[in-house]
């Protein structure tokens, strides 16, 4: 099992910034996946961003790239989102998730964090 704790999220207004942290505990050394991604109000949760812990390799939802930065520090076992020039349609829970062993799907989940922007 995996356990993950967000935080980082609050109110902020557009053009501004935050930093999301997501502490991975458990048997995080067989996940080498690691994304975050969202849920705005009346949404279906959508990918934002993922990184493999091994490689550095990331990928970006086509609404957040050049903005949002997704990094990793495998010594703390914890995931960042850097997220830069926030728009009120970046308002949503921000979920990290871990994958399984096998890279297969994301099957563990954190609890959700609230970003919410401003005009």
């Known amino acids: 099992q995996v356990q993950l704790v967000e935080s980082g999220g609050g109110l902020v207004q557009a053009g501004g910034s935050l930093r999301l942290s997501c502490a991975a505990s458990?048997?995080?050394?067989?996940?080498?996946?690691m994304g975050w991604f969202r849920q705005a109000p009346g949404k279906e949760r959508e990918f934002v961003a993922a990184?493999?812990?091994?490689?550095?390799?990331?990928s970006y939802a086509d609404s957040v790239k050049g903005r949002f930065t997704i990094s990793v520090d495998n010594a703390k076992n914890t995931v960042y989102l850097q997220m830069n020039s926030l728009k009120p349609e970046d308002t949503a829970v921000y979920y990290c998730?871990?994958?399984?062993?096998?890279?297969?799907?994301?099957?563990?989940w954190g609890q959700g964090t609230q970003v919410t922007v401003s005009s």
């Open positions: 998730a871990v994958t399984n062993p096998y890279g297969s799907s994301y099957d563990y």
């Open positions: 990184i493999i812990r091994s490689s550095r390799i990331t």
């Open positions: 458990g048997r995080t050394f067989s996940s080498n996946g």
